[in-house]
């Protein structure tokens, strides 16, 4: 009795695992919104634009790290 409880814990314990994973290889969804702002003294101001797009806007301007605060494109994870 003890064995078939533990199998079938093993098996529901993989099952909800398995539902965790990323499908269709994708990464986990980064959490946050893009900013930007037009100059380098300019105030922040949300541009509705997801992380994929975010990013390449980011190589485009400024070729930096996009979780950093400077520059003029910048992936918040606060908002």
């Known amino acids: 009795m ?3 409880l ?3 814990g093993f098996l529901l314990f993989a099952a909800a695992f ?3 994973l990323p499908g269709d290889n994708q990464l986990f969804a980064v959490s946050g ?3 930007q702002r037009d100059s380098y ?3 922040w101001y949300g541009n509705g634009k997801n992380f994929e797009e975010c990013e390449r806007l980011n190589q485009e301007k400024d070729r930096d790290n996009v979780f ?3 520059g003029l494109v910048w992936w918040d994870v606060g908002c």
């Open 2 to 4: 003890e064995k078939i």
């Open 6 to 8: 533990l199998v079938l």
């Open 18 to 20: 398995s539902m965790t």
């Open 33 to 35: 919104c893009c900013k």
């Open 41 to 43: 003294s300019g105030n």
């Open 68 to 70: 950093d605060q400077r």
